[in-house]
């Protein structure tokens, strides 16, 4: 097994605070952190016992590892400035979690002799305390520096979890798909609760009255895949079921409205490969998802029945 390296943290957020506490858990010297805001970068020296830097360039000349975990904008330009300073040295590991963007991003880190590369836990954060519990267990994407990758490997399995190689001209469509799944579920849950809210039911309500659901749809696309997991109208090939929904939510809004089209749209793909509707089933469901909403074509779409 390798030897841990010292590590810095330079930006104190939830994602960096997370990755410090849970790595020094883990055995791991982390000997510095900077930030942006000093009383974060205090807060979390605090917790770690070790010291806090105003200027991330003296952070990060403590350490074998380094994390730049700011938010994406503002990797490029916190790394030029440590480059400038002098902050990276031969030998360092250099690494930054964005999973927008690749290990390029970390500007002035090779030409100091260091090695870069992107290490992104596929998991949302919505607090420390949740990073913290859900950072174990996670799905790693690694890209950057052949040499850097045993130590990145070494980081994701000490937090028990799991990695996977992918190239710099994937992450956006990495990310994309990560959004998707994460960010697009969050507004899915956002409509469907203010749906409900039209005929008197408060969020939480709906919330606590559409959770179980949701619950019961994860597990079954964990059990089946997402494929067979399809149910409900679509899957059935039901269209005066559908012809019901859509003008109650034309009078809900357009927007509303249209995306509930263009995700039915997109649902008779999934319920043809499923092999629960047939070709002609598939056509009359496009035909009523694709009328128009409000006078917006939404025939536009790619054609999916085919």
Do not use: W
Request: aromatic share 6%; proline share 5%.
């Amino acid at each position: 097994m390798m030897n841990k390296p010292s590590v810095a943290v330079v930006g104190c957020g939830k994602v960096g605070s997370a990755l410090a506490l849970l790595l020094k858990e883990r055995g791991y010297p982390v000997v510095a952190v900077a930030s942006r805001s000093p009383e974060s970068a205090q807060k979390l020296a605090r917790s770690l016992g070790c010291s806090a830097y105003d200027r991330p360039c003296e952070a990060t000349l403590k350490a074998d590892l380094v994390f730049i975990t700011t938010p994406d904008r503002e990797i490029a330009p916190v790394s030029e400035l440590i480059a400038r300073e002098g902050g990276f040295r031969s030998g360092q590991v250099v690494a930054h979690t964005s999973g927008a963007h690749a290990s390029s991003e970390l500007r002035g880190v090779r030409e100091a002799g260091a090695l870069a590369v992107s290490i992104h836990p596929l998991q949302s954060f919505a607090d420390v305390a949740g990073a913290r519990e859900n950072l174990p267990g996670s799905y790693f994407a690694l890209e950057g520096d052949e040499a850097a990758l045993p130590v990145a490997r070494q980081v994701v399995d000490d937090l028990q979890g799991h990695a996977f190689i992918i190239k710099a001209e994937d992450k956006p469509l990495y990310h994309a798909a990560a959004c998707i799944a994460s960010n697009y579920l969050v507004s899915l849950m956002h409509l469907a609760t203010s749906v409900y809210g039209q005929f008197g039911i408060s969020r939480r309500e709906a919330f606590e009255a559409l959770y179980p659901l949701v619950r019961g749809t994860i597990n079954n696309v964990r059990r089946v895949g997402p494929v067979d997991a399809l149910t409900g109208p679509v899957a059935r090939g039901d269209v005066p079921t559908i012809a019901g929904h859509l003008p109650a939510l034309d009078r809900v809004g357009s927007r509303e409205s249209r995306l509930y089209r263009l995700l039915g749209l997109y649902t008779i793909r999934v319920a043809r490969e499923k092999g629960s509707i047939d070709a002609v089933q598939a056509r009359q469901l496009e035909e009523v998802f694709m009328a128009s909403v409000n006078g917006e074509d939404v025939s536009k779409s790619k054609e999916v029945s085919s």
